[in-house]
């Protein structure tokens, strides 16, 4: 293990307190800076805050023993090495990034700057950001010499940030001068020199001693434009393939046979070919806007990324239109919904296309019986409790004597559900399910009407005789 470093986080969300405590956890002294008294305090607690996998034990492992949190970011600030600035970039009116945030903390980060600093962005940024955080500090009379401003972007999935960021596909460290990359370098080398991985007690995943994660060194600009692109184009594949899940559908073919037969490819690969009511979260929908923003400020035409935009909105129109069909009317109607969050093992409501689908049932006269293993709390913030909407304690109470159940997010819990248990609960057992965790043959069998994304829809042996004779006609 390297020498331990002295990191400056600034911002305790996602972001910033998953990599202050991953700093903490490959060797280095982590203060964990945020202006929220509130959060600070519950963090000194030992509160997480956030739902999220390996992070409640290691704050218990580092608190005041590798991480500490505070308010004062002049102190923090003087006394590191580093200052990541992890704070939020959110999506203003016009679709560009919000930089508000980082432009007030690079800032103040002036005020401290004494000695030679390396400034790190860590928030997703559009490029030409370090350049603008480079001239805030200096017009805050800091001389160029004290500090170097680099881009080292995140690529964590919620659910997984732990993991994720010690066993990264790659480290992008985007800087233009030689001792701000060796400081970088310095930082990750517990990680890249494989170092991390021999310990006992260290978190396992895909990297390993024989096998570390590369270190790419880049400008910083492209180390930003990394970023970005990364999200659109994970975007747009999830587009792509809701897209062509709707195709299957007219033509009656199958969406997961289609998807393994595209990700077999090596040159694609099957992540991210998963059908669905479309993307959500913190990242990108904000990133694939500011990425078409920055690209049109620039002249550059990318109508590419509006398609993206206009498929994902489409997907969630296109999943309320299966509630219709199989319920035929909806106002009146009695819903059961499984999954608030955007997507399984986090409790980020961000953007999430479920909590657009629950506002989409209340404004056609529906009531809803919600329940999510982890974002209910958020969840009744953004969507208080009323007559017509309920929070409920677990999957079969948002089933009970509902007219269909919806499947918005793909928790492993859901999958796990007794079939048999959960028709019982239903008044009709009908389920229309935007996450395809369930096998459409299993429930056949269980006497469900099953309703999917990109697949046939099925129904119960009793329906299907009906509808031959022509007695009933199903949907």
Known sequence: MSEPIQIAVVGSGYV?????????????????????????????????????????????????????????????????????????????ETGDADLSYVEA?????????????????????????????????????????????VSNPEF???????????????IVVGADSEAAAALLGAIYAPLTSGAY????????????????????????????????ASNA????????????????????????????????????GPRFLRPGIGYGGSCFPKDVAAFRSVAEQLGIGFNLLTEIEKINALQKKRFLAKVRSALWTLRGKRIGVLGLAFKGETDDIRESPAIDLVQMLLAEGCSVAAYDPAAMERSQQALPASAQLRYVEDAYAAARDADALLVLTDWAEFAALDLKRLAGALRYPIVVDGRNLFDPRLMQEHGFTYISVGRPAVYPAREVELATAGTVRTV
């Open 16 to 92: 910033g307190l998953v990599a202050a405590v991953c700093f903490a956890e490959i060797g280095h002294q982590v203060v964990c800076v945020d202006n929220d008294q509130g959060k600070v305090a519950a963090l000194e607690s030992g509160d997480v805050l956030i739902h999220e996998k390996h992070l409640p034990e290691l704050l218990k492992r580092y608190h005041n023993n590798g991480i500490r949190f505070t308010t004062d970011l002049h102190e923090a600030a003087g006394g590191s090495q580093a200052i990541f600035i992890a704070v939020g970039t959110p999506q203003s």
């Open 156 to 170: 964590l999935r919620e659910g997984t940030a732990v993991e994720d960021f010690l066993h990264p596909d790659r």
């Open 105 to 149: 903390v690079a800032c103040e980060i002036a005020r401290s700057l004494t000695s030679y600093k390396v400034i790190v962005e860590k928030s997703t940024v559009p490029v030409y950001t370090n350049e603008w955080i480079g001239r805030s500090i200096e017009r805050n009379g800091v001389p160029r010499r004290l500090f170097d401003v």
């Open 233 to 268: 184009f994970l975007a747009l594949k999830i587009s792509f393939i809701n897209a062509v899940s709707n195709l299957c559908e007219a033509t009656d073919a199958n969406i997961e046979q289609v998807a393994r037969g595209i990700g077999l490819d090596r040159r694609i």
């Open 197 to 228: 991985y021999s310990r006992p007690q260290a978190i396992s995943g895909c990297c390993s001693a024989s096998q570390p994660p590369p270190l790419l060194h880049t400008s910083t600009k492209s180390a930003e434009i990394i970023k970005h």
